[in-house]
């Protein structure tokens, strides 16, 4: 059974960096084909997605934020990291972790989500 | 960058048939996956590649494709299918999801 679950601080003041991990479970990191992404979710409005990391170490990361990111992955510890530099109140959000496999080319299993505040 | 256009809401009478769309450039080449999100809840994939169901998901969703338009359609409509539904997709570099539609089961 696969799980995740993103974990975090819940508030950041703006300019500061968020830090999100995503732990994970049922699955290795280093299995041909097997990838985990992040996901956000502004209250009300809709996902968008930020990055994604696969077991080969391959990146991938949304163009209009791909210079405030870095997403990293530790397969020892079952995690992937999530980095975002310069927070503004605009990037409060949801922000969900979730299994994509190459075979699917979807994000089939998600974790329940950690919601960040971006306030002073 | 790549972007997928879905109606922002859709209204379905109970039992009936409704499709929810998703309109982009990238589906001429790539197959979209599709999500449910109930409020509150995190996304569950719905239908994924060319008109799969993950185990667990009714067999009253499928999914379809032609040109650059993917299509959800859900035959039967239940209450508990109201709901926000996102398309996702990806390019050679990059995913995205739709803006998402907004279900409401009459």
């Known amino acids: 059974q696969i799980t995740l679950k993103e974990s975090g601080p819940t508030l950041v003041k703006p300019t500061q960096t968020l830090t999100l991990t995503c732990t994970f479970s049922g699955f290795s990191l280093s299995t041909s084909g097997v990838g985990v992404g992040w996901i956000r979710q502004p209250p009300g409005k809709a996902l968008e997605w930020l990055a994604l990391?696969?077991?080969?170490?391959?990146?991938r990361y949304s163009p209009s934020l791909k210079s405030r990111l870095t997403i990293t992955k530790d397969t020892s510890k079952n995690q992937v990291v999530l980095t975002m530099t310069n927070m503004d109140p605009v990037d409060t959000a949801t922000y969900y972790c979730a299994h994509r496999d190459l075979g699917l080319d979807a994000f089939d299993i998600w974790g329940q989500g950690t919601m960040v505040t971006v306030s002073s | 960058s790549s972007e997928l256009t879905q109606d922002p809401a859709v209204s379905v009478a109970l039992g009936q048939t409704v499709r929810i769309t998703c309109q982009g450039d990238s589906l001429r080449s790539y197959y979209a996956s599709w999500y449910q999100q109930k409020p509150g809840q995190a996304p569950v994939l719905v239908i994924y590649?060319?008109?799969n169901r993950p185990s667990g998901i009714p067999d009253r969703f499928s999914g379809s494709s032609s040109g650059n338009t993917a299509s959800l359609t859900i035959t039967g409509a239940q209450a508990e299918d109201e709901a926000d539904y996102y398309c996702?997709?990806?390019?050679?570099?990059?995913?995205?999801f739709g803006g998402g539609t907004k279900l409401t089961v009459l």
């Open positions: 996702n997709s990806r390019d050679s570099s990059e995913v995205v």
């Open positions: 590649g060319k008109n």
């Open positions: 990391i696969y077991w080969n170490d391959d990146k």
